[in-house]
């Protein structure tokens, strides 16, 4: 159980204690972050067994290396791209049941970074107004039409169209490069 003086504490400034020797600081990241991390990594492999293995991974390597956490982004989307690519690494190392030399990739693309898109425009969702969330989820993601949406959230079409638009710019500004 982490003490109450920890539990205070910010996500860096427990990364900061735990590079400064304290033995409990990481232990209270991981007690923070166990379920997200698992959620993130069960979504990555889609396997319940394979996503424990890579959390866990991800955790070591994540104590390994809390030295080389620079501090321009959140602890949590360090932690989400260390887990991410110990995720990516456990399904690598499995081996395919098929012989794939006679087959074409179905999709060339880069599998790890569109993973990591995709965690990047969760967690900007997250951080929206649940009214302009529920607005751009249903729009844009849903692929419903502005009129829908506005009977789904029991609104005007107007209110739809201007939480969408509000909600682009924020996600916009939340996404863009540091």
Do not use: Y
């Amino acid at each position: 159980m982490a003490t109450p003086d920890l539990l205070a504490l910010s996500d860096k400034e427990l990364l900061q204690r735990h590079n400064e020797g304290d033995a409990d600081a990481f232990g209270e990241l991981f007690r923070r972050h166990k379920d997200r991390m698992w959620a993130v990594a069960l979504r990555t492999v889609r396997d319940p067994e394979i996503a424990a293995d890579a959390v866990q991974d991800g955790f070591i390597n994540a104590f390994r290396r809390a030295g080389s956490f620079r501090g321009d982004a959140a602890v949590t989307t360090w932690l989400h791209r260390i887990v991410v690519n110990a995720a990516l690494d456990r399904v690598r190392r499995i081996k395919p049941t098929a012989d794939l030399a006679d087959h074409d990739p179905v999709e060339p693309r880069d599998h790890h970074r569109s993973v990591e898109v995709r965690l990047d425009v969760r967690e900007a969702l997250e951080q929206l107004p649940e009214g302009q969330r529920m607005a751009l989820v249903l729009v844009d993601m849903h692929g419903l039409s502005v009129a829908e949406a506005a009977r789904v959230l029991e609104v005007a079409e107007g209110t739809v169209k201007s939480r969408c638009a509000r909600g682009r710019a924020a996600m916009a500004q939340l996404l863009e490069p540091a």
